[in-house]
């Protein structure tokens, strides 16, 4: 099966099992806009509280806060996103459809990539255990010549998204035939800015109404409040602020489902510090991050740091987290060193000094700031696509296991009296009593007990909890473990602490902090 159809089969699993469902979906859907049904909401809720609890729980220098998605305008022009906050578009002709310059090259590149490793790959067949690998990329002919078009073709993208030159996005496109997917020509319009903002009115017209933006980010609802949180918290330099909410985006290219949408969901944390100390805790927030990530075990294999080639207008520094996607690695999370431009520009645009006072310098500076952002929407497929497994069963039997982290699990425990009568149920209920005060559980009773399995597998259930005849006598039970179907006979007191050692996020945060 292609990565592609692996991918097809995601999007359709999240449908049919209530994690995502486009949305307004009777009206045949709006573009880039989901919806998270009954197991995706949890997901996504675990998703956040691990992020949230592990920023303010884990620092005891960083705390939380919760603005409004409406800001006053002027934010925007201070932050610089009504000048600049653009995408370099460009059209085909003949299928009418529309692209990202910049996406397309990359594409482009990644074309080169694929088609190196393919040649390693053929190659270590080939040699087999006598394959040197490092050799063979420094020497074979072809790998040499495709990774020469991919620097040359590399360095003319970097340098034409530097000085923001269209017509040489445009004339890498032309010039290595990029062709449009659809109609398959080169019919291209020229590139042109596109500002990625949504903008509204607020207030009617009558007395003037004041058009207003949609944040694309969260970050400046944290840049505005700082010296608030500052003062009424007794912050110190250096100390953070972690903020949980909606961003919006009109995105030119809106694709590969919850990947890129036009309403998502971010995460982010601007860390005030200390000028000339910037680059010491980029380093320590990539590392946290990256930490942070590698507990939930979804493969640290699966994860890279990608150095932007160009930096944003507000950034000295600047990495990616990617991860590997049914679509390639792409990232997940931002991590900037924004120097002092967003708080230095809010002081200028407002007009009110926003400096803080370093008692231990004695003087008032304006702090610099590292950023770590990242998208729950990415985050969500991430995980999705690393869980999403087809199993091939002895037998000739088969099964779809989404096999989540078990701490991010929509239902820890399913509670399955085995038949619906003899007090099984009665006693079912009792220990799912017993056990939803601390864990999601769900109770299911129809069907055999097989197909029950099956259903909870689908949706990345831990922990089956199986009551059979024996359990009214014995007071045992049969807990079935997920990934490997094994089952182990345990009794009713034991489940608690069983359960608790799987899904309890203090395990992963004790693992983050032994890294870091
Ligand atoms: P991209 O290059 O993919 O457009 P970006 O570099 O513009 O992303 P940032 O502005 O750094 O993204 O935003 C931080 C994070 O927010 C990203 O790492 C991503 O996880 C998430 N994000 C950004 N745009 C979207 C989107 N349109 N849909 C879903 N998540 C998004």
């Not at 982290?405 to 079912?428: H, M, R, S, T, Y």
């Not at 359990?471 to 345990?490: A, F, N, P």
Request: with cysteine; net charge negative; aromatic share 12%.
């Amino acid at each position: 099966m292609t990565q592609e159809d692996v991918f097809k089969k995601l999007v359709a699993h999240c449908k049919e099992y209530g994690f995502v469902f486009p949305s307004s979906e009777i009206y045949d859907g709006l573009g880039a806009v989901y919806d998270y049904g009954q197991n995706g909401v949890e997901l996504k809720n675990n998703i956040k509280r691990y992020w949230w609890d592990s920023m303010t729980m884990l620092h005891e220098n960083v705390v939380g806060i919760d603005a409004a998605i409406f800001m006053h305008p002027t934010t925007w022009k201070a932050s610089g996103h009504v000048d600049a906050f653009n995408d370099p578009l460009i059209d085909n002709r003949d299928s009418k459809k529309r692209y990202r310059a910049d996406v397309l090259i990359e594409d482009l590149m990644a074309k080169y990539d694929e088609k190196i490793e393919k040649e390693v790959q053929k190659a270590a067949k080939r040699f087999g255990d006598s394959f040197d690998e490092a050799m063979f990329r420094q020497t074979n002919p072809r790998v040499l010549e495709h990774q020469a078009k991919r620097d040359e073709i590399h360095a003319r993208y970097a340098k034409a998204m530097n000085e923001n030159d269209l017509p040489g996005l445009k004339a890498i496109i032309m010039d290595y035939d990029v062709v449009d997917p659809i109609s398959g020509t080169k019919n291209w319009t020229d590139v042109r800015q596109f500002n990625l903002m949504f903008s509204t009115e607020m207030g009617s017209t009558a007395d003037g109404a004041m058009k207003i933006y949609l944040r694309p980010e969260t970050a400046q609802g944290i840049f505005v409040n700082y010296l608030n949180v500052q003062k009424t918290g007794r912050m110190k330099i250096p100390f953070g602020i972690a903020q949980i909410g909606k961003a919006f985006r009109n995105e030119i290219v809106a694709r590969q489902f919850i990947f890129r949408m036009r309403e998502f969901e971010q995460m982010e944390m601007q860390f005030f510090v200390r000028p000339g100390d910037e680059m010491k805790w980029f380093a320590y927030w990539k590392e946290h991050r990256l930490a942070w990530h590698k507990a939930l075990g979804l493969g640290d294999h699966k994860y890279r740091f990608h150095d932007h080639d160009k930096l944003a207008h507000y950034a000295n520094a600047a990495t990616d987290i990617e991860f590997e996607m049914p679509f390639g690695f792409k990232e997940v999370e931002g991590i900037h060193s924004r120097t002092d431009f967003d708080l230095s520009s809010h002081e200028k645009y407002s007009g009110k000094n926003i400096k803080y006072f370093d008692p231990e310098l004695n003087q008032s500076y304006t702090p610099y700031v590292i950023e770590t952002s990242i998208g729950v929407d990415r985050m969500f497929l991430s995980i999705m696509s690393a869980a999403y497994c087809e199993e091939q069963l002895e037998g000739g039997d088969s099964r779809v296991v989404l096999k989540l982290p078990p701490v991010l699990a929509p239902v820890k425990a399913a509670i399955l009296p085995l038949v619906k009568k003899d007090g099984l149920p009665e006693k079912a209920r009792e220990i799912m009593d017993a056990l939803k005060f601390d864990f999601r559980c769900v109770y299911d009773e129809k069907d055999s007990i097989g197909k029950r399995y099956r259903r909870q597998d689908a949706v990345g259930t831990p922990f089956c909890i199986t009551v059979d005849h024996d359990t009214l006598t014995d007071g045992c039970v049969t807990i079935r473990h997920r990934d490997t179907m094994q089952q182990e006979r345990v009794s009713i007191e034991a489940l608690h602490d069983l359960i608790d050692q799987e899904v309890n996020m203090k395990n992963l945060f004790k693992k983050i902090m032994g890294q870091v």
